[in-house]
Nanobody, 130 residues
Framework: QVQLVESGGNSVQAGGSLRLSCAASGYRANNNCMAWFRQAPGKEREGVAGMSSSGITRFYADSVKGRFTISQDSANDTVYLQMNSLKAEDTAMYYC???????????????????????WGQGTQVTVSS
């Protein structure tokens, strides 16, 4: 069973930056898909960014392309989400998640559907004030 712990959430002004971290521990297969999701109050959880454990495949929601970057430090089993040019609409609880067996190709795109990810962290809050 894999455990995921997020950190790095904070309150920032619009236009600012944050870097979120997700530390993984416990058993993990070699081929995984790691992803970041977010959920704002009253809204559904949405995928933000994902990457394969090899680092070769990276994909983003349209709303964050060009502003957010997902990366990993394999030696420390940590996945990061660098968030730049933050907007008020980025305010949400951010979660990292993992999927065994690699990233899923679904409906002509790499999947950021929550249902495709089996292990989740507890979340870290990001608040962006305008």
């Amino acid at each position: 069973q894999v455990q995921l712990v997020e950190s790095g959430g904070n309150s920032v002004q619009a236009g600012g930056s944050l870097r979120l971290s997700c530390a993984a521990s416990g058993y993990r297969a070699n081929n995984n898909c790691m992803a970041w999701f977010r959920q704002a109050p009253g809204k559904e959880r949405e995928g933000v960014a994902g990457m394969s454990s090899s680092g070769i495949t990276r994909f983003y929601a349209d709303s964050v392309k060009g502003r957010f970057t997902i990366s990993q430090d394999s030696a420390n089993d940590t996945v990061y989400l660098q968030m730049n040019s933050l907007k008020a609409e980025d305010t949400a609880m951010y979660y990292c998640a993992t999927r065994r067996g690699g990233c899923r190709w679904y409906d002509a795109a790499w999947s950021l559907r929550p249902i495709d990810f089996g292990s989740w962290g507890q979340g870290t809050q990001v608040t962006v004030s305008s």
